[in-house]
């Protein structure tokens, strides 16, 4: 669900022809391989903290430090593999860092007139000077924070998905995608965007902030966050659309 907001970002240097069931295979079976074979090493070296005093130390000072210990048993190669490891999660920023810079062209006329480069070496200063000032905390800050990104992305992916179901007999007309006059103007989208946002507020649960929905659940609360917040953009958008529709006829 992570890459489901810059798939089209991808996917739009496949051919126009591209069979849909090619693209969901090729997603599907690419994310599955990759997310995988990471999360089979994780569950590994999460066992082995309670079994081994020295993973269980390596854990204390970073998560790095656990993967090099989790590798300390094939010696040379082992410590090769520790920087593949740390490579892969660098390398795993060039992707987003692209649709990021593509994000920023796509907020209007002036920023698409900044060459896409520019903004991906703005972003990676952006992102650099945060792993430098929060390097002793960062992770606990994105641990904290990482659900702000889920509950967006799935209300997103609600809210899309939906819009199919408008477009199901008229399909999508592609070369309508830079003509402001053509488009959707967005208000019923915005609108339910902004009704599950307070759905996810009521009911998340975080360190920071428990919603009064979440207390309800149990004795001690639940996250609900995520399904609370697409049932709210679930049920706003149909009828806003289809008024949007009536209407603006776009």
């Known amino acids: 669900m992570s890459w489901a907001a810059a798939a089209s970002d991808f996917y739009v240097y496949y051919p126009e022809a591209t069979p849909k069931w090619k693209t969901f295979l090729m997603t599907l079976i690419g994310l599955a391989l990759s997310y995988s074979m990471v999360n089979v090493l994780g569950v590994g070296l999460a066992s082995g903290i309670g079994n081994y005093e020295s993973w269980n130390i390596a854990y204390n000072t970073s998560t790095g430090a656990l ?26 920023n060039i992707p987003g860092t692209y649709s990021a810079a ?71 007309d592609w070369s309508a995608w830079e003509d402001p006059t053509r488009l959707p103007t967005g208000y019923a989208a915005l609108t339910a965007f902004l009704s599950g946002w307070i759905g996810c507020i009521l009911s998340m649960y975080q360190v920071y902030y428990i919603g009064p929905i979440a207390k309800l659940v149990g004795e001690s609360g639940a996250d609900l966050g995520i399904w609370v917040g697409c049932g709210f953009a679930l049920v706003v958008y149909p009828p806003l659309r289809m008024v949007e529709l009536s209407f603006l006829k776009r």
């Open 67 to 92: 993967i090099v210990a989790g590798y300390d048993g094939l010696a040379g190669f082992g410590k090769f593999c520790s920087v593949i490891v740390a490579l892969g999660v660098i390398a795993n």
């Open 102 to 172: 593509l994000s920023f062209q796509m907020l209007g006329r002036y920023p698409k007139a900044v060459p896409r480069y520019c903004w991906a070496c703005i972003v990676v200063a952006c992102y650099l000077i945060c792993a430098i000032a929060g390097r002793d905390h960062l992770f606990q800050i994105f641990q904290n924070f990482l659900a702000l990104m889920g509950y967006w992305v799935t209300i997103f992916i609600t809210i899309v998905l939906e819009e199919h179901l408008f477009k199901w007999n008229t399909g999508f």
